[in-house]
């Protein structure tokens, strides 16, 4: 992302003039107080709403060249809210594209799915009801994570959308993550074991990067630290 700003019809300015690049294969995790636009990025990075000025690109391409259809081929977010369709899950997955056993199976793996699915009635093939009843929230997300992964997206977003998993769980599909699907990961995180994961942290403040760094340097930055703390506090 290239001098990225953008504001919401009211005249509200969200992001202002915001730069950085994330390399391939990195773990980034997003941080910042409530409101500072975290949102707002993972949406414009989803390719959602273009930005009011500056550039977005993936791999030298720009998202304005690229347009929505192609932005969707390369960056899948996962977002707070999960929708499911009454259908099946396997269905509610592979969204119509052409998905092997395998694949599938792998992917349930990767997101820690595997064994909850088995258990299912029909396995893959149980229909599920409006908003994935009765799947909880946590299985729903993970779920969630497994759709996204089966687009073989080369940007992964995940817009706070651990907040429902377990933390042990949390970890473990991110040390996945990490270990075996190639990809590169953002993740918008409230917890420090989350932010402890993450290859580099971006410190987001008033609609900018304000630090960027490893979660230890950045203990450095005031700042930061106090949010640090704060979410510590949430956890205990």
């Given at each position: 992302?290239?001098?990225?700003?953008?504001?919401?019809p009211?005249?509200?300015?969200?992001?202002?003039?915001?730069?950085?690049?994330?390399?391939p294969g990195?773990v980034?995790?997003l941080?910042?107080?409530?409101?500072c636009?975290k949102?707002?990025?993972?949406?414009?990075m989803?390719?959602?709403?273009?930005?009011?000025?500056?550039?977005?690109?993936?791999?030298?391409?720009?998202?304005?060249?690229?347009?929505?259809?192609?932005?969707?081929?390369?960056?899948?977010?996962?977002?707070?809210?999960?929708?499911?369709?009454a259908?099946?899950?396997?269905?509610?997955?592979?969204?119509?594209?052409?998905?092997?056993?395998g694949?599938?199976?792998?992917?349930?793996?990767?997101?820690?799915a595997?064994?909850?699915?088995?258990?299912?009635?029909?396995?893959?093939d149980?229909v599920?009801?409006?908003?994935?009843?009765?799947?909880?929230g946590?299985?729903?997300r993970r779920?969630?994570?497994?759709?996204?992964?089966?687009r073989?997206?080369?940007?992964?977003?995940?817009d706070?959308?651990?907040s429902?998993?377990?933390?042990?769980?949390?970890?473990?599909?991110?040390?996945?993550?990490?270990?075996?699907?190639?990809?590169?990961?953002?993740?918008?995180a409230?917890?420090?074991?989350?932010?402890?994961l993450?290859?580099?942290?971006?410190?987001?403040?008033?609609?900018?990067?304000?630090?960027?760094?490893?979660?230890?340097e950045?203990?450095?930055?005031?700042?930061?630290?106090?949010?640090?703390?704060?979410?510590?506090?949430?956890?205990?």
């Amino acid at each position: 992302l290239e001098g990225v700003s953008f504001a919401y019809p009211d005249g509200t300015t969200v992001l202002n003039d915001l730069s950085f690049q994330i390399e391939p294969g990195e773990v980034v995790a997003l941080v910042g107080a409530t409101g500072c636009g975290k949102s707002t990025l993972v949406g414009l990075m989803s390719g959602m709403m273009p930005p009011d000025s500056g550039c977005i690109a993936i791999g030298g391409a720009n998202f304005s060249d690229l347009g929505s259809d192609g932005v969707v081929r390369l960056v899948a977010p996962v977002l707070q809210e999960t929708f499911m369709f009454a259908d099946t899950l396997r269905a509610n997955l592979a969204l119509d594209a052409e998905v092997s056993e395998g694949e599938l199976h792998r992917v349930l793996g990767l997101v820690a799915a595997d064994s909850f699915v088995a258990e299912l009635s029909d396995g893959p093939d149980t229909v599920m009801g409006e908003r994935g009843v009765p799947l909880s929230g946590g299985r729903r997300r993970r779920l969630a994570f497994a759709r996204a992964l089966l687009r073989r997206p080369r940007l992964l977003l995940l817009d706070d959308a651990t907040s429902a998993v377990d933390p042990v769980v949390e970890a473990a599909i991110l040390e996945n993550l990490r270990a075996h699907s190639g990809r590169t990961l953002m993740v918008v995180a409230h917890r420090l074991a989350t932010i402890r994961l993450a290859d580099r942290v971006l410190f987001m403040n008033e609609g900018r990067i304000a630090a960027d760094g490893t979660h230890e340097e950045l203990l450095g930055v005031p700042g930061y630290a106090a949010l640090a703390r704060a979410y510590e506090e949430a956890t205990e």
